[in-house]
């Protein structure tokens, strides 16, 4: 029996692949094609990009205990807020009243 040789980028056989619509009806046409190809199969169409990334300056993580993260987390939804929004609202407002 004859062993075939790994597939490389240049040695992979082609796959059919559909084309990229020129123009999608509605958001939802847009996001269906997206959910069911891979850019990566669409090479010609990528190119390399800088990223630069600058972290919050003064930002810290702090840990909360599990048993507090789902409460939270139903009374920022109940507030329209971010998890994160909800509790620096709360400790300014601790921090206020205490002076």
Known sequence: MKKSAPHT????????RDPIPENF??????????DTHSTVDYPE??????????????????RVADDLVS???????QHGLTLEA??????RERLRKAG
């Open 45 to 62: 169409f990528l190119k390399p990009v800088k990223v630069s990334v600058r972290l919050a300056q003064g930002a810290k993580v702090l």
């Open 25 to 34: 009806r509605t958001l939802e046409e847009l996001w269906e094609f997206w």
């Open 9 to 16: 980028a240049a040695s992979k056989p082609k796959m059919k």
């Open 86 to 91: 909800l509790v620096n609202r709360w400790i």
């Open 71 to 77: 409460p939270l987390q139903r009374r920022a939804r």
